[in-house]
């Protein structure tokens, strides 16, 4: 007898994994196109990246190059009119030195919003959301000709300090701000901390998740970037590197061989922030908007 219970017992405990196995796989299987449509350009962006230049339009599409080649990145880093550690270099200082200023500004002004009193508080917060339903195209120009009156075109403050009050930053961290207990600050008045010292020392510490996440997005927006950067930087020493990947591309014939060395060399670094700040990324996406009021 205690022999036949045993396996039933095994088999009862058995159906509770394969249910959970099988809702796991019906769950997955309608995200499947998406993964294909998402995986299939990056490999084929590496395949062609180390693919001779003359079997670069073979077909069927070699998916594994036969023979891998170098030549295209060592190409690349030896023309010197194609400087693209440079314009690696000048996105890499673009979108840290650019991520830092709109993380500073907007936390500062999300504790503002949240914590401090001051008259039309309400209103210039909602003025400030509905600034989000503006066309970015409306104040293209008008950005443009106060860059151009204040000499600031053709160098990295006209892409750090237009965007450097980020309204989603602004919105994301009043949340948080505001789910912060009042008896810490009230504590800390108490003991004689001024405002600044309160959030400096008491709140940013409290919203570090959010402050990762803001850094996460803002760094990733500024290394992709194209649009902007294009039209307020003229000279190619300081072109950052999606406005390179323009330039290798220009030309009557398009060596695409270099071309896609070049969006692996500017992929490759992104692929690998989001493989280490991945949680990050989704903890931030998930928790948007549902702290505080």
């Known amino acids: 007898m205690t022999n036949t219970i045993a396996p039933m017992k095994a088999f009862r405990n058995l159906l509770p994994r394969k249910k959970k196995i099988n809702r796991t796989v019906l769950f997955w299987i309608p995200f499947l196109p998406l993964a294909v449509i998402v995986i299939v350009p990056l490999v084929y962006l590496t395949a062609m990246a180390f693919t ?53 500004v907007s936390s500062l002004s999300g504790y503002a919003f949240a914590r401090l009193q001051f008259p039309f508080k309400s209103q210039l917060f909602s003025l400030l959301i509905f600034s989000m339903m503006i066309p970015s195209a409306i104040t293209l120009i008008p950005a443009f000709l106060l860059l151009r009156d204040l000499d600031l075109l053709n160098s990295y403050h006209a892409i750090w300090w237009p965007g450097a009050a980020s309204v989603i930053g602004i919105f994301l961290l009043r949340q948080h701000f505001y789910a912060i207990p009042r008896d810490l600050e009230d ?37 992709n970037d194209l649009f ?50 991945q949680r990050k990324i989704i903890s931030g996406i998930t928790t948007t908007g549902l702290a505080g009021k």
Request: a neutral charge; glycine letters at 6%; one cysteine or more.
């Open 228 to 277: 902007w950067p294009l039209i307020v930087l003229s000279d190619r020493s300081t072109s950052t590197l999606p406005v390179g990947l323009l330039i290798i591309q220009q030309g009557s014939y398009i060596q695409r061989g270099l071309a896609f060395a070049a969006a692996f060399i500017a992929s490759a670094p992104v692929l690998v922030f989001y493989a280490i700040f």
């Open 187 to 223: 504590a800390a008045r108490v003991d004689g901390a001024g405002s600044f010292r309160i959030y400096w020392q008491i709140c940013i510490p409290l919203v570090k998740g959010a402050l990762v996440a803001l850094s996460i997005f803002t760094f990733l927006f500024m290394w």
């Open 52 to 104: 001779h230049e003359s079997n670069q339009l073979n077909f069927p599409i070699e998916w594994i190059p036969d023979p891998i080649t170098t030549a295209n990145f060592t190409h690349i880093f030896a023309d010197v009119t194609l400087p693209v550690l440079k314009w690696f270099g000048n996105s890499l200082l673009v979108a840290t030195v650019g991520t830092l200023i709109v993380v500073f």
